[in-house]
């Protein structure tokens, strides 16, 4: 069976925690701010303007990614998250592109993110598809994270500075 993307419902709220869950704390970068947006997507990412991804391998969730907005015409892809079974299929590339075209269709100039060196597999998946490392920003929110890129999918428009 093919694997569908489908968007955030309430009963996918463990799948996210869950998944992410993993990862971060197999590479020893959880932290409370993680906490926030896994424990309450809804509050965090949804109910200002984000969206979640979710693929589905036979009805069961086996990975995910969220859009949030960040500002002036700039959304972050964040929470990127594959189950360890359904790795080496491209899950990761398919909701990534994913909250690019959603990114691309609210009509945001570019799509950010922040990550880790020991996220290797992962960056060499951003720089592949088009994001470029930036330096990190002051504000970046995360003890952890040493890594900032960016995508630009237009010029920004308006008098508004770029977020």
Same mark, same amino acid.
């Given at each position: 069976?093919?694997? &569908?993307?489908?968007?955030?419902?309430?009963?996918?709220?463990?799948?996210?925690?869950?998944?992410?869950?993993?990862?971060?704390?197999?590479?020893?970068?959880?932290?409370?701010?993680?906490?926030?947006?896994?424990?309450? /997507?809804?509050?965090?990412?949804?109910?200002? !303007?984000? &969206?979640?991804?979710?693929?589905? =391998?036979?009805?069961? #969730?086996?990975?995910?990614?969220?859009?949030?907005?960040?500002?002036?015409?700039? #959304?972050?892809? %964040?929470?990127?998250?594959?189950?360890?079974?359904?790795?080496?299929? !491209?899950?990761?590339? =398919?909701?990534?592109?994913?909250?690019? &075209?959603?990114?691309?269709?609210?009509?945001? %100039?570019?799509?950010? =993110? #922040?990550?880790?060196?020991?996220?290797?597999? %992962?960056?060499?998946?951003?720089?592949?598809?088009?994001?470029?490392?930036? /330096? =990190?920003?002051?504000?970046?929110?995360?003890?952890?994270?040493? #890594?900032?890129?960016?995508?630009?999918?237009?010029?920004?428009? !308006?008098?508004? /500075?770029? !977020?």
């Amino acid at each position: 069976m093919p694997i &569908e993307i489908v968007s955030f419902q309430p009963h996918f709220a463990a799948a996210f925690n869950d998944l992410n869950r993993v990862w971060l704390d197999g590479f020893g970068l959880f932290e409370e701010e993680d906490r926030k947006y896994l424990e309450h /997507p809804q509050e965090m990412i949804l109910d200002h !303007g984000g &969206e979640i991804f979710f693929a589905l =391998l036979d009805g069961e #969730v086996v990975g995910t990614c969220a859009a949030i907005p960040r500002g002036h015409q700039t #959304v972050e892809l %964040a929470k990127l998250a594959v189950a360890d079974r359904a790795k080496g299929q !491209g899950l990761g590339k =398919l909701l990534s592109e994913t909250v690019l &075209e959603w990114s691309r269709n609210q009509g945001a %100039a570019k799509v950010v =993110l #922040v990550s880790s060196t020991k996220l290797q597999p %992962a960056l060499r998946l951003y720089e592949k598809m088009g994001f470029v490392h930036c /330096p =990190l920003p002051a504000d970046v929110g995360y003890e952890t994270a040493d #890594v900032y890129m960016e995508y630009r999918l237009r010029e920004p428009t !308006g008098n508004q /500075p770029p !977020g």
